[in-house]
């Protein structure tokens, strides 16, 4: 699944050397005595691999970040994760600034608010709108983003 994001939603072709590097700077392992709770190494491949732009109001621009040197995107599990671990899937992610972020999590502002958001990106993101689908066994955007809303963490 990660290889058809890289490579088809991302555009981002990887060679073998590049793969080893990127698993190298993520910290990606095999160890045995790995948990089992969220994978920060999705999160930290969808934010090398997807564009620094936020799914909800568009910008381009935060605050650079010390570490990497880009600018700061959070990334939002868009059903949260609090609802099971197989929602740490990358086809259940995008980045949100910093505000948009915090305006989706519950009760943070009204919930037509909240509903909206969730609609634009289940809109502009077809990979997030079907694995909603998928996952919510609903067809209907408008119920899958009122699901959504229910679930927020």
Known sequence: MLNFFTNYIYEKKLTPVAIEE???????????????????T??????EISEDK????????TFENKRTGRQ????????SYKNGVELDNI?????LCPTCHDMLKKNATAKGEQIKAIIKILSEHAEILEFA???LQIDD????????????G
């Open 133 to 135: 689908k998928s996952y």
């Open 91 to 95: 086809a259940n992610l995008v980045k």
């Open 54 to 61: 936020c799914a909800i109001c568009g910008t381009t621009k």
């Open 42 to 47: 999705i999160v930290e491949l969808f934010s």
């Open 141 to 152: 955007i408008n119920d899958i983003a009122e699901e959504i809303w229910e679930r927020l």
């Open 22 to 40: 990127l698993r190298k700077r993520l910290g990606f392992t095999t160890s045995a005595s790995e948990k089992s709770n969220r994978n920060r």
């Open 72 to 79: 700061h995107f959070e990334i939002h599990h868009v059903i």
